[in-house]
C-alpha cells in the first residue's frame, strides 16, 4: 500500500514538474499584453555561425521592433501592415506585407495571442539550466519551420529556438525582460531615413 501511495505520488510530481513549460508558455499567452527586453541571437548555419545582439519591443496584437545593435546596425518594425527591415550600413529599407512576411514565425506567437493555439501543436520538451521548454511544432507541412522551443524560467520569457526548413537553427536568449512595459502604438511607426532606398516586396 505504501509503494502504490509513493508510486501515486510521484507521479502526480513528475507530472506537475512537467506541466511547467506549457503552463507558462499559455499564461504568457493569454496575460501579456506587452513585453521588452534584451537579445542574444546565434544562427548556426551550414557552413558559419552568426551571434547578433540588440533589444526588442512587443506590443500585442501585431507591434513589434526588434533593433540589432552588434555586430551590425539593423531594425525590424511591424507597425500592423507592414514590416520595415532598416540596415544601417546599406542605407537600404525593405517594406513588406506583415502577414505575408511573417505567417506562422516565432514573430506571430509573441506578437499575436490567437496564433499558438491555431498553428502549433505543443509538448513539454524538458528543462536545461533551469529553462522549462516547450515544443511547438507546426500544423501546417508548410510553415516554414520544423519546430520552435521556447522556454521559460518561472512565468518569464528565457529563450526560443528553431529549426527552420532548410535546417538552419536559431537560438535566442533573453534578458532583461519587462513583462509589463508601458509601450504606445506610436513607438511602431517607421519613416524611411532620407537619402536610403526603399525596396518593396
Same mark, same amino acid.
Given at each position: 500500500m505504501k509503494k502504490l501511495v509513493f508510486a501515486g505520488l510521484m507521479t502526480a510530481l513528475m507530472t506537475a514538474a512537467n *506541466? @511547467? @513549460?506549457? $503552463?507558462a508558455l499559455r499564461k504568457f499567452n493569454n496575460d501579456a499584453d506587452g513585453i521588452s527586453g534584451s537579445f542574444t541571437q546565434t544562427v548556426h548555419a551550414k %557552413? %558559419?555561425?552568426q551571434t547578433s545582439s540588440g533589444s526588442f519591443q512587443i506590443l500585442r496584437? @501585431? #507591434?513589434f521592433k526588434w533593433e540589432y545593435t552588434k555586430p551590425y546596425q539593423q531594425k525590424i518594425v511591424g507597425d500592423g501592415k507592414h514590416i520595415w527591415l532598416y540596415d544601417v550600413d #546599406? !542605407?537600404?529599407v525593405t517594406q513588406s506585407n506583415q502577414n505575408q512576411a511573417i505567417g506562422d514565425s516565432p514573430a506571430s506567437i509573441l506578437s499575436n495571442k490567437t496564433a499558438l493555439d491555431a498553428s502549433y501543436s505543443l509538448k513539454e520538451d524538458g528543462s536545461k539550466d533551469g529553462i $522549462?521548454? =516547450?515544443l511547438a511544432s507546426p %500544423? !501546417? *507541412?508548410n510553415a516554414g519551420y520544423q519546430f520552435i522551443r521556447i522556454g521559460f524560467k518561472g512565468d518569464t520569457l528565457a529563450a526560443m529556438e528553431l529549426k527552420d526548413s532548410f535546417g538552419n537553427q536559431t537560438s535566442i536568449r533573453f &534578458? &532583461? =525582460?519587462n513583462m509589463k512595459p508601458n509601450l504606445s502604438r506610436g513607438a511602431f511607426t517607421f519613416t524611411p531615413p532620407k537619402g536610403v532606398d526603399v525596396l518593396k516586396n
Open positions: *506541466a @511547467g @513549460g506549457i $503552463d %557552413k %558559419k555561425t496584437p @501585431g #507591434l #546599406l !542605407k537600404q $522549462d521548454y =516547450v %500544423k !501546417k *507541412a &534578458g &532583461g =525582460v
